[in-house]
């Protein structure tokens, strides 16, 4: 008798880092059909997704560099969904996110 075949586990890759991990290991932004940056807590929203690992240098790049803007094919990526994505990106468990923002800086 064969063994069971093993559960397929969708993979994603990082936006940022092109890192592949498990998709319910990465955070899914969506671009809503108003053009806003939203967090997809449940991963089904409607809207075109880009795929964010928990590195504190990937969320520091999606807000300040363009490849957000990119992969969501937007024009640009507003200060109110800057303002969004970093705060969502300080209640994950990255322990060096605000290190890194303030190396950055500096």
Same mark, same amino acid.
């Given at each position: 008798?064969?063994?069971? $075949?093993?559960?397929? #586990?969708?993979?994603?890759? &990082?936006? +940022?880092? $092109?890192?592949?991990? *498990?998709?319910?290991? =990465?955070?899914? !932004? %969506?671009?809503?059909?108003?053009?806003? %940056?939203? #967090?997809?807590?449940?991963?089904?929203?409607?809207?075109?997704? *880009?795929? +964010? &690992?928990?590195?504190?240098? &990937?969320?520091?790049?999606?807000?300040?560099?363009?490849? =957000?803007?990119?992969? =969501? $094919?937007?024009?640009? !990526?507003?200060?109110?969904?800057?303002?969004? !994505?970093?705060?969502?990106?300080?209640? !994950?468990?990255?322990?060096?996110?605000?290190?890194? #923002?303030?190396?950055? $800086?500096?």
């Amino acid at each position: 008798m064969t063994s069971p $075949r093993p559960k397929h #586990v969708p993979q994603r890759t &990082c936006v +940022v880092c $092109r890192s592949t991990s *498990a998709k319910r290991a =990465l955070t899914r !932004l %969506v671009r809503t059909a108003e053009g806003r %940056v939203v #967090v997809d807590h449940t991963g089904k929203q409607n809207g075109r997704g *880009a795929y +964010v &690992c928990h590195q504190a240098n &990937c969320w520091h790049a999606i807000t300040e560099r363009t490849v =957000l803007v990119s992969a =969501l $094919r937007l024009t640009t !990526l507003t200060e109110e969904d800057r303002a969004t !994505l970093k705060s969502f990106a300080r209640t !994950l468990e990255i322990s060096d996110f605000a290190d890194t #923002v303030s190396r950055q $800086r500096t």
